[in-house]
């Protein structure tokens, strides 16, 4: 099991900036993958943005894509998700999610990873 906890959520004026941080416990060994999913009010959940674990290569929504920005460090089992110039339609709960890497990489942007965090609320509005 991965336990995953968020930070960093809160409100922001469009164009302004935001991070998102994850840390990940229990069997980080295992994980592939880590990344961010969202949730906007009466939407369904979707992919935002996914690193591999060993070597780094990072995947991206088109339409955060030049704006958001994944890392990870590997020592402390952590994963930021840095958001620049961020607009009223990234308005969402931000979920952390972490995986095994068994399904492929498309079917986890699909439909979702195995662990799990929280969420963490980001409001952008004026």
């Known amino acids: 099991q991965v336990q995953l906890i968020e930070s960093g959520g809160g409100l922001v004026q469009p164009g302004g900036s935001l991070t998102l941080f994850c840390t990940a416990s229990?069997?980080?060994?295992?994980?592939?993958?880590m990344g961010w999913f969202r949730q906007a009010p009466g939407k369904e959940r979707e992919f935002v943005a996914a690193?591999?674990?060993?070597?780094?290569?990072?995947y991206y929504k088109h339409s955060v894509k030049g704006r958001f920005t994944i890392s990870r460090n590997n020592a402390e089992s952590t994963v930021t998700l840095q958001m620049n110039t961020l607009k009223p339609e990234d308005t969402a709960s931000y979920y952390c999610?972490?995986?095994?890497?068994?399904?492929?990489?498309?079917?986890?942007?699909?439909?979702?990873?195995?662990?799990w965090g929280e969420g963490t609320l980001v409001t952008v509005s004026s």
């Open positions: 229990g069997r980080t060994d295992i994980m592939e993958y």
């Open positions: 999610a972490a995986d095994k890497g068994i399904r492929s990489l498309a079917t986890i942007m699909t439909y979702g990873m195995d662990y």
């Open positions: 690193i591999t674990w060993d070597t780094g290569v990072s």
